[in-house]
């Protein structure tokens, strides 16, 4: 069942992760369609982060028992952090300060409460993007997990 694969687990801590930041007022599972969307939000909503997960990578098969029987996959979990905020002042800061909350929560845990995740990366997107009066960045985060054959 897909609410139990390990992929919706992951995002679903990194969901609740974000939303315990005093700096992030909401966090979503989609990305606004545009900029009409984003002025969807009120700006009591803003700062805002959308979550979403890309499908798992695999990059290593292995065997949990001495026989050759392959059972368990190590995949990387791509996830985008689509990051909003107010700003037409100062917007270079306002990245700064979220960037720096967000990476500093996802990081604290690496594992994000789970035995079977190895690890956490973050990769924030050198680009920025700002207009008037939005400012917004993009943050890959890759997890190292480890999963069955039986699912993702």
């Known amino acids: 069942?897909?609410?139990?694969?390990?992929?919706e687990r992951i995002l679903v801590?990194?969901?609740?992760?974000?939303?315990?930041l005093p700096s992030i007022k909401t966090v979503?599972?989609?990305?606004?369609?545009?900029?009409?969307?984003?002025?969807?939000y009120a700006e009591t909503q803003l700062p805002l982060v959308c979550v979403c997960g890309q499908l798992p990578?695999?990059?290593?098969?292995?065997?949990?028992?001495?026989?050759?029987?392959?059972?368990?996959?190590?995949?990387?979990?791509?996830?985008?952090?689509?990051?909003?905020?107010?700003?037409?002042?100062?917007?270079?800061s306002t990245i700064s300060n979220l960037t720096d909350?967000?990476?500093?929560?996802?990081?604290?845990d690496e594992t994000h409460g789970f035995k079977w995740v190895l690890g956490t990366d973050i990769a924030p997107n050198i680009n920025?993007?700002?207009w008037n009066p939005y400012c917004a960045v993009n943050m890959q985060v890759n997890v190292e997990y480890l999963h069955d054959k039986g699912g993702i």
């Open 57 to 92: 990578r695999p990059t290593q098969k292995r065997s949990t028992h001495t026989g050759h029987t392959i059972d368990k996959v190590t995949s990387v979990l791509g996830i985008n952090l689509f990051v909003y905020a107010l700003d037409n002042v100062n917007p270079d």
């Open 128 to 130: 920025t993007a700002v």
């Open 28 to 40: 979503d599972r989609m990305q606004p369609a545009g900029l009409s969307s984003l002025k969807g």
């Open 101 to 108: 909350d967000i990476w500093a929560k996802l990081l604290a």
């Open 1 to 7: 069942m897909a609410l139990n694969s390990k992929r």
């Open 13 to 20: 801590a990194l969901v609740a992760e974000l939303v315990d």
